[in-house]
T-cell receptor, first 113, second 112 residues
Framework: AQSVSQHNHHVILSEAASLELGCNYSYGGTVNLFWYVQYPGQHLQLLLKYFSGDPLVKGIKGFEAEFIKSKFSFNLRKPSVQWSDTAEYFCAVSYNQGGKLIFGQGTELSVKP | EPEVTQTPSHQVTQMGQEVILRCVPISNHLYFYWYRQILGQKVEFLVSFYNNEISEKSEIFDDQFSVERPDGSNFTLKIRSTKLEDSAMYFC??????????FGPGTRLTVL
């Protein structure tokens, strides 16, 4: 079955620490990959997306993600987190453009000031 | 920046009652979706809708569920006879030209 797994349920970092959140998807051919963020009390917002081309994609707020096809991974990174990055982060994949998104279970990030 | 909106933000209903959840997608978007998230679980796809018909639906989307675009702006999800297990956060999303999906703030449905 098509699935997405996120390695960590809860990550706690201090400000200025580097962040890497893992995401793996099950094999299913061509994929479109997304990271969404949900700040406390707000809705899901698109951080970045990958459809094709350069496997290193840059998103908003200094986030980036790297698609590694051989590892079925799309990890999210940020070199230096801020307290305002405290949120829940969701990885999602679709196996056809415009098709349903399959979500991971989410990773809660807490950044200590 | 245009956003997807949803009403109500919270709906409480009795088991067996019908509920209609409303969404206003971003105005130039053509593809519409409903997802739900039961507390503590993953966000799950329910249905996608394009050109006034369902494009894809999940196993969850049984005969109790229906979707409609009654006018040029609203997109609704109806649950005909709610069950306790329908309690969840329901998210509407829309996209333009089958690119990224943009989500609304969600409606929290509580079935008593």
């Amino acid at each position: 079955a098509q699935s997405v797994s996120q390695h960590n349920h809860h990550v706690i970092l201090s400000e200025a620490a580097s962040l890497e959140l893992g995401c793996n998807y099950s094999y299913g051919g061509t994929v479109n990959l997304f990271w969404y963020v949900q700040y406390p009390g707000q809705h899901l917002q698109l951080l970045l997306k990958y459809f094709s081309g350069d496997p290193l994609v840059k998103g908003i707020k200094g986030f980036e993600a790297e698609f590694i096809k051989s590892k079925f991974s799309f990890n999210l990174r940020k070199p230096s987190v801020q307290w305002s990055d405290t949120a829940e982060y969701f990885c999602a994949v679709s196996y056809n453009q415009g098709g349903k998104l399959i979500f991971g279970q989410g990773t809660e990030l807490s950044v200590k000031p | 920046e245009p956003e997807v909106t949803q009403t109500p933000s919270h709906q409480v209903t009795q088991m067996g009652q019908e509920v209609i959840l409303r969404c206003v997608p971003i105005s130039n978007h053509l593809y519409f979706y409903w997802y739900r998230q039961i507390l503590g679980q993953k966000v799950e796809f329910l249905v996608s809708f394009y050109n006034n018909e369902i494009s894809e639906k999940s196993e969850i989307f049984d005969d109790q569920f229906s979707v409609e675009r009654p006018d040029g702006s609203n997109f609704t999800l109806k649950i005909r006879s709610t069950k306790l297990e329908d309690s969840a956060m329901y998210f509407c999303a829309s996209s333009e030209r089958q690119i990224a999906q943009y989500f609304g703030p969600g409606t929290r449905l509580t079935v008593l």
